[in-house]
């Protein structure tokens, strides 16, 4: 019996088969940093579409941090799921979360930028 070709082969080539479980539970997680990075899309055409603050310049800027942190949780999505992958595959232990608090920092920021820019 042949093992099917699957993408990406770096991670599949290596370690042993996890248990399905697992690797779904990995899967759930790369599906909810996309939702996150809709979210931080969302977010940013939201406030140009209802023009909230009508300082543009604030405005821009806080639409500007959050498409970069949707950008950022796209990319962190896909090399933290090959991450894990690759753990699971290895029976070693899971990466850590670092990119929680510049996701979290990131917000504020933009939440910050829009708020001093409504009472500005």
């Known amino acids: 019996m042949t093992t099917p070709r699957r993408f990406p082969r770096n991670v599949y080539e290596t370690g042993e088969e996890p248990d399905p479980r697992f690797s779904l539970a990995n899967e759930r997680t790369f599906l909810a940093w996309l939702r996150t990075a809709l979210a931080m899309y969302a977010a940013a055409f939201a406030l140009e579409a209802l023009t909230l603050p009508d300082a543009s310049s604030w405005r821009t800027a806080a639409a500007?941090?959050?498409?970069?942190l949707g950008t950022f949780a796209v990319v962190r999505?896909?090399?933290?799921?090959?991450?894990?992958?690759r753990s699971l595959r290895r029976a070693e232990a899971l990466p850590g979360?670092?990119?929680g608090a510049i996701i979290s920092v990131g917000i504020v920021i933009a939440v910050s930028l829009v708020?001093?820019?409504i009472y500005a």
């Open 77 to 85: 999505a896909w090399f933290g799921w090959r991450a894990a992958e």
């Open 115 to 117: 708020t001093i820019g």
């Open 97 to 99: 979360l670092a990119t």
């Open 64 to 68: 500007s941090v959050f498409i970069a």
